[in-house]
């Protein structure tokens, strides 16, 4: 079994919230909520961005159909999440898909598989190579 202090930190890596309901239940019940904070702080970022926001301003007004708004104003090419040309951002995608406890350190081509479900920008592929390139040298 795995001991309190060693989940809290699992679940703050994961980000993910212990939410305990009150005793007024027959039972306590211990609740996982998953915060979209990623996605928000994409989302966000997506608004920061011009070419982007051209694809959002074609797609309102029957541009193509790959490209569509969601409900929570994000915009996403065949379903998948776009992702602005930040750095940054691109890098703690990148960071939190290598090193969740779940990947068990995926190569390249899997771990390009996994995001490629998500996530979409250009160049991801060469960013995915590299970015586990770097960690396999740091490594070593």
Known sequence: MVGSSKKITIFEKLKLEVVVLPETLQECIAALIVRLDLRERVISA???SEALEKKRL???T???QEFREEADNALTFK???CVPDDPMLKEEILTEA??????????STRMYQ???QSFCWEGMK???????QSVW???K
């Open 62 to 64: 029957g541009g193509p």
């Open 79 to 81: 379903g998948r999440l």
């Open 114 to 116: 996994d995001l490629r």
């Open 58 to 60: 074609a797609s309102r």
């Open 137 to 139: 040298c740091a490594n």
């Open 126 to 132: 060469n960013d995915v190579a590299s970015h586990v």
């Open 46 to 48: 997506q608004q920061q």
């Open 98 to 107: 290598h090193s969740t406890p779940y990947a068990a350190h995926p190569g």
